[in-house]
T-cell receptor, first 117, second 114 residues
Framework: GAVVSQHPSWVICKSGTSVKIECRSL??????MFWYRQFPKQSLMLMAT?????????EQGVEKDKFLINHASLTLSTLTVTSAHPEDSSFYIC?????????????FGPGTRLTVT | AQSVAQPEDQVNVAEGNPLTVKCTYS??????LFWYVQYPNRGLQFLLK??????LVKGSYGFEAEFNKSQTSFHLKKPSALVSDSALYFC????????????FGRGTSLIVHP
């Protein structure tokens, strides 16, 4: 149980285009999902916290107009990178909290490798 | 405020030898502590957690960690390392009385040599 999926697992796009990444909790309901960014050989950088049915809370320094987050249902959150540039190339990981279990763990998706050319 | 430190960027160990990956933390209240492992181009996998109770926590794949309140540490250990244990390991902490968002350490790369 407690599986989180991400789609796509990798994507290559041209500079200036937008890319949408989906994060789904497959066997539980997630009132809260998190989006992280990870640079090579570095730790996770929390970008934003999304709560189902409400606006996401962005961490300082993260452009909310560039990284659009939507958490429209208890099992799906999306991250859209708008007008992508090469510096947006990174590994994006989502995680989810199971609202039906003890509120201790986060379950992570497998990540999405974004390359902007 | 909460913080976590992983003082070693990389740990090298020979296969069959015991391994330790260090983690120290700082929280205002009681800590919830976690270890995760990340294989290349993958998300994080949960290994184990300390919430309350026994200081020695056993987790997945033969890993264990010992909560030491006086030293504010939560080192990850395994009695006999495998080459397949080579990966990036993250320690995370959350203050039980604070935000539900954990803080992650910078990660430690474990390399197990055959």
């Amino acid at each position: 149980g407690a599986v989180v999926s991400q789609h796509p697992s990798w994507v290559i796009c041209k500079s200036g285009t937008s890319v949408k990444i989906e994060c789904r909790s497959l066997d539980f309901q997630a009132t809260t999902m998190f989006w992280y960014r990870q640079f090579p050989k570095q730790s996770l950088m929390l970008m934003a916290t999304s709560n189902e049915g409400s606006k996401a809370t962005y961490e300082q320094g993260v452009e909310k107009d560039k990284f659009l987050i939507n958490h429209a249902s208890l099992t799906l959150s999306t991250l859209t990178v708008t007008s992508a540039h090469p510096e947006d190339s990174s590994f994006y990981i989502c995680s989810a909290r199971d609202s039906g279990r003890e509120p201790y763990e986060q379950y992570f998706g497998p990540g999405t490798r974004l390359t902007v050319t | 405020a909460q913080s976590v430190a992983q003082p070693e960027d990389q740990v090298n160990v020979a296969e069959g030898n015991p391994l330790t990956v260090k983690c120290t933390y700082s929280v205002s209240g009681n800590p919830y502590l976690f270890w995760y492992v990340q294989y290349p181009n993958r998300g994080l996998q949960f290994l184990l957690k300390y919430i309350t109770g026994d200081n020695l926590v056993k987790g997945s794949y033969g890993f264990e960690a010992e909560f030491n309140k006086s030293q504010t540490s939560f080192h990850l250990k395994k009695p006999s390392a495998l080459v397949s244990d080579s990966a990036l390991y993250f320690c995370a902490v959350r203050d039980s009385g604070g935000s539900y968002i954990p803080t992650f350490g910078r990660g430690t790369s474990l390399i197990v040599h055959p």
